[in-house]
């Protein structure tokens, strides 16, 4: 009597312990289901709203997707239409310049012989003044001024260098090269010989410099086109 009962209580025991286990298995089952449920909920909504973004840009209405698939086509259409843009924009920028490097320039468009005239009138009275300066005082025998072919040498002194002013009828420009300040180059405004970039005439410059050097007040603002 006694062993039977003892038999009963150890079988209730043992299923006892087994039903516990498998509710405890049953419940991490559902705890692991329910999460994936959530994560891939969270997938879905982000999924969703990466959606909303593209659409709102490309001025569409936004489209339900459920599958990941159809996600990654939608995200390789909006990438191709973003590169097909940016060829678009490349090739209007493009076609700009290439307009613009087409027209002519302000300066090209003065007829050769008006440029002509004008830098010869120019260069010629700066040579009768420089070579006016030899027979002063104020300059030692190492001065020396040449002109040919539109390019006007006037050599200072070892000391101070030497200044070459030449014509580029191409450009129609008067370019100066100055041992003191460097090369700069010359448009005809009109009236003057102007440097753009900062506003100065070749002529104001020219006496500054020659001032300078040689410590006398000069002024080529008397000479033709100045």
Known sequence: MNMSRLTAKGTFIYQFLRNLRLTQKCKAIHTSSTTGRFQSHEKHIGARRYLSTLSSRNGESTTSISSPRILEQFKLLYAGQ?????????????????????????????????????????????????EGMMEQTCTTSEFDVTYSSGVLTVKVSGEHGTYVINKQTPNRQIWLSSPTSGPKRYDWTGERWIYSRDGNCLHDLLSREFSAIFNLNMDLSGLINS
């Open 82 to 130: 973003e590169m097909k843009s940016l060829r678009r924009n490349i090739h209007d920028v493009n076609a700009t310049r290439f307009a613009l490097a087409e027209q002519p320039s302000q300066a090209s468009e003065m007829p050769e012989a008006v440029f002509e005239k004008l830098v010869d009138e120019t260069l010629d009275a700066m040579t009768d003044y420089f």
